[in-house]
């Protein structure tokens, strides 16, 4: 699928979302982008990229874990009359403050639990019923969700980590029903799910010191390599889960 159009990035403030804000608004076929983060006032980088860029570059306030702000943003975004040919779902939650990966189920915690479902797998949810709206109806147009191979049933060989892991299998869930509904309304459609791999960023630094150096991403890699998997789908890769080097993941 040629990546073109307008595109919207969600989780957009930093790290890998806002590498794909700066590698989309780079190629000549895409003609806007709206990024969207909690605080934008906060968000340097894309203000930046506003100041650098020729090409239009929206900046909406939303938090995936309030319903009311995403709608919002979606009213806002309504009023630039643009259908959206790329969506991609980036914000997660791994670690912060009094919360870290589980090592066994006697460290799980219900209030992490909660976090971790709100914000990896009830957010892009909500953005989907936001704003899938906005997708064209006869013009191919892409739907990714970024996942985690962790997230993956099949693939679990060492337990651990289990609010990640759930929330993020159960996005994987939420992005298979939606390819199977979406694809209904909007035949070209193109409904995945993707693992970038080990990116540099904050969300995986306390955990990179067993990683081969050669398997842990900068974000500018990273994204490059999404957006060439993202370039390479077609309608009968829709509802599948994918690897940053366009091979497919067990569910």
């Known amino acids: 699928m040629e990546i073109r159009g307008h595109a919207l990035v969600q989780?957009?403030?930093?790290?890998?979302?806002?590498?794909?804000?700066?590698?989309?608004?780079?190629?000549?076929?895409?003609?806007?982008?709206?990024?969207?983060?909690?605080?934008?006032d906060g968000a340097d980088g894309l203000h930046d990229l506003v100041d650098s860029s020729e090409k239009?570059?929206?900046?909406?306030?939303?938090d995936v874990t309030d319903e009311a702000s995403v709608r919002s943003a979606a009213e806002r975004f309504e009023t630039t009359d643009r259908e959206l040919s790329v969506v991609l779902n980036v914000a997660g939650v791994l670690h912060g403050p009094n919360m870290r990966p589980e090592r066994t189920y006697r460290e799980v915690d219900p209030d992490v639990l909660s976090h971790s479902f709100r914000v990896n797998a009830f957010?892009?949810?909500?953005?989907?019923?936001?704003?899938?709206?906005?997708l064209p109806?006869?013009?191919p147009a892409v739907w990714a969700n970024l996942s985690a191979r962790?997230?993956?049933?099949?693939?679990?060989?060492?337990?651990?980590?289990?609010?990640?892991?759930?929330s993020k299998a159960a996005q994987n869930q939420f992005t298979r029903?939606?390819?199977?509904?979406?694809?209904?309304?909007?035949?070209?459609?193109?409904?995945?799910?993707?693992?970038?791999?080990?990116?540099?960023?904050?969300?995986?630094?306390p955990f990179q010191k067993s990683v081969p150096a050669e398997k842990l991403f900068t974000v500018a890699r990273a994204a490059t390599q999404l957006l060439d998997v993202i370039s390479s789908l077609g309608p009968r890769d829709t509802g599948g889960f994918f690897a940053w080097d366009g091979k497919p993941i067990e569910w």
């Open 137 to 139: 109806r006869h013009t």
């Open 150 to 166: 962790v997230g993956s049933i099949g693939d679990n060989r060492k337990g651990g980590w289990y609010a990640y892991r759930a």
């Open 123 to 134: 957010g892009p949810l909500l953005v989907a019923k936001h704003f899938a709206r906005f």
């Open 177 to 205: 029903c939606l390819s199977i509904e979406l694809s209904r309304r909007y035949p070209r459609l193109v409904v995945v799910a993707l693992h970038p791999g080990t990116v540099d960023t904050g969300l995986s630094e």
């Open 56 to 62: 239009p570059l929206q900046i909406l306030p939303m």
């Open 11 to 40: 989780g957009a403030s930093r790290g890998l979302g806002l590498e794909f804000a700066r590698q989309l608004l780079s190629r000549p076929e895409v003609e806007s982008v709206t990024a969207t983060c909690r605080s934008p």
